[in-house]
Structure formats: structure tokens, C-alpha cells
């Protein structure tokens, strides 16, 4: 079932305007993407549609992308009163709460900084506990490019030395058609490095700010994701107060919206989901 978008906006406590997308009819749940995401990204808008079948779906920018403004300043702080916004304009109150990948995490410290949610569930984030640990001056080096002219740089710099994709994977990703759409939003990615913030170090994931979200957490990883993304997610679930553990089977970064929505929608409505053993093709 196809369902009806209406196009909406919501100013954030700087007066910064974030466009929104809503949908469906239920309870309200908030879609928060990671980093290159935004709230016309194919997979959001088919994940969107799939849960609109029993909420009222919410999928905004984050600002500095695509139809939200930039504000006056960019930070974390601000990303997270930009979440507060959205869930009050969605909700009048809590809301159920999805973060893809750093979007995750933001979700996560916006919970615990006190972001009303009734639930929230994240997929795979992207915490670095040991092996390759990105360059420290990985978001200036992003920013400079970027200022200069040269987003694709930027992308490629992002990907192979931030997330860790392979160099010819990505130089063959310029030759795909969503190229375009990565580098639109190139200048937001030192944003999601700040979020990132200290996680990104190769050390064991420190308890703080994680034991202070009070809502229950549905932690997602895919089991044909690299090893780290499991164990990175087994220390978020070790150190959240309320967690429930899914890995989805066959799945990874690229995960199934079918598959995902199903998670998020049956933990969102019961406060449950299946619980999966970690499998490795």
C-alpha cells in the first residue's frame, strides 16, 4: 500500500527550518538518517512507506541537507535540539524513534540528554573499539575539501579512511548515478564525525552517555556484517539500562527495509522483537 506523503517543516530552537515528510496514521515514529542520508533517500522513503501501515511516520533533513536550512552554526547540540523539535512537532510528546547508523547515535544522545521517546532502535552504529581507527583530523580534512570545490575528494576520503571501504569500491561507486546525491551532501559529513565523537578512538566503548537512556532500545546489527559491527553493538546493549539484542540474518550494511521494518515495527508496537544468534554466511 502506497500512502499519501504530506510535506511539512518544523523550526528548531535556533530558528533553524527542517523540512519533514509525513505519513501513515498510528502512534508517531521519527526517522533519523546517518551519514549521506536524507529524508528522500530511496531506502528511507520505502522504509517510511513500510511502516506507515501502523505509524505515523516522520522522516526529516538533518540541517544542511537537502531541503533544510544550514542554521547559523552546526554542532551536536544542535543536532540533538533539532531531534527534541521534530519528536515535539510530531508527537506533542514522545515518540517511537529510529536512527540508521550515526543517526543512531545521535538518537541515542539525544535520548539520554532527555529527548522524550517511547522507543528508539538503531541500526549498526558505527563505533570503532579496535583494528583501523580513523585519521583524528578526518572532519578537517573533509571540511577543506569541501571549501575548496572537491566533494567527490571529500567522499572518497570519508568512505575509504572514515568508514573504512575498500578504494577500488568506492572508485567504482563514481560511476553510479546516486554519486551525485553523496557529494550534494558532502559538507555534512564532518557533522556525523561529531557525533561520532569519542567512539571513534579504537577503545572499549565507555559506559557514559549510554546508561542514561531511560527508554528501551532495540540494538541492530546484520550477520553478514564485518565482526566489528557486532561487537560494537554488543557494547551499546551491554551498556544501556532497557536493550534487546537483534541481529538480522543475511543482512548487512545495505540492510533489507522489509527486514528492518518488521524489527522496528514489532519492537515499536510490543516492546519486543525476536531474538537471533549472530550467523555468518
Given at each position: 500500500m502506497?500512502h499519501r506523503v504530506i510535506?511539512?517543516?518544523v523550526?528548531?530552537?535556533?530558528g ?17 538518517g ?9 531506502g ?7 511502516l506507515?501501515d ?13 531541503d533544510?536550512?544550514?542554521?547559523p ?9 533539532d ?8 508527537s506533542?510528546g514522545?515518540?517511537h524513534?529510529?536512527g ?18 517511547r ?14 581507527v ?24 570519508f568512505?575509504t ?8 569500491a568506492v ?9 551525485r ?10 557533522a556525523d564525525?561529531?557525533?561520532m ?7 572499549p566503548?565507555?559506559?557514559?552517555p549510554?546508561r ?7 540494538v ?19 551498556h544501556l ?10 543482512q548487512g ?5 522489509p527486514?528492518l ?5 514489532d ?13 555468518r554466511p
Amino acid at each position: 500500500m502506497s500512502h499519501r506523503v504530506i510535506v511539512d517543516h518544523v523550526r528548531s530552537a535556533d530558528g533553524t527550518r527542517l523540512a519533514l515528510d509525513v505519513l501513515g496514521s498510528g502512534p508517531p515514529l521519527v526517522l533519523v538518517g546517518g551519514a549521506f542520508s536524507f529524508r528522500r533517500w530511496k531506502g528511507f522513503v520505502e522504509l517510511a512507506q513500510l511502516l506507515a501501515d501502523d505509524f505515523t511516520v516522520v522522516g526529516y533533513d538533518r540541517r544542511g541537507r537537502a531541503d533544510s536550512e544550514p542554521g547559523p552554526a552546526t554542532s551536536v547540540a544542535l543536532e540533538m535540539a533539532d531531534l527534541r523539535a521534530v519528536v515535539a512537532h510530531a508527537s506533542g510528546g514522545p515518540a517511537h524513534v529510529f536512527g540508521m547508523s550515526s543517526g543512531g547515535v545521535l538518537s541515542l544522545r539525544a535520548a539520554a540528554a532527555g529527548v522524550p521517546m517511547r522507543s528508539l532502535a538503531v541500526y549498526q552504529p558505527p563505533f570503532v573499539l579496535g583494528g583501523r581507527v580513523p585519521p583524528a583530523d578526518l572532519a578537517e580534512r573533509v571540511a577543506r575539501l569541501v571549501a575548496a570545490g572537491k566533494r567527490s575528494k571529500a567522499v572518497r576520503l570519508f568512505m575509504t579512511r572514515g568508514m573504512g571501504a575498500p578504494a577500488p569500491a568506492v572508485l567504482l561507486m563514481r560511476l553510479a548515478p546516486f554519486w551525485r546525491d553523496l557529494t550534494a551532501v558532502a559538507h555534512t559529513l564532518p557533522a556525523d564525525h561529531a557525533v561520532m565523537g569519542e567512539t571513534l578512538a579504537g577503545r572499549p566503548l565507555d559506559p557514559q552517555p549510554w546508561r542514561d537512556v531511560p527508554v528501551p532500545v532495540l540494538v541492530i546489527d546484520g550477520g553478514k556484517s564485518p565482526a566489528g559491527a557486532g561487537a560494537a553493538a554488543d557494547a551499546l546493549a551491554g551498556h544501556l539500562p532497557h536493550a534487546t539484542r537483534l541481529t538480522l540474518p543475511g543482512q548487512g550494511h545495505n540492510v533489507s527495509m522489509p527486514a528492518l521494518a518488521a524489527a522496528i515495527g514489532d519492537f515499536a508496537i510490543s516492546g519486543r522483537a525476536d531474538d537471533h544468534r549472530r550467523t555468518r554466511p
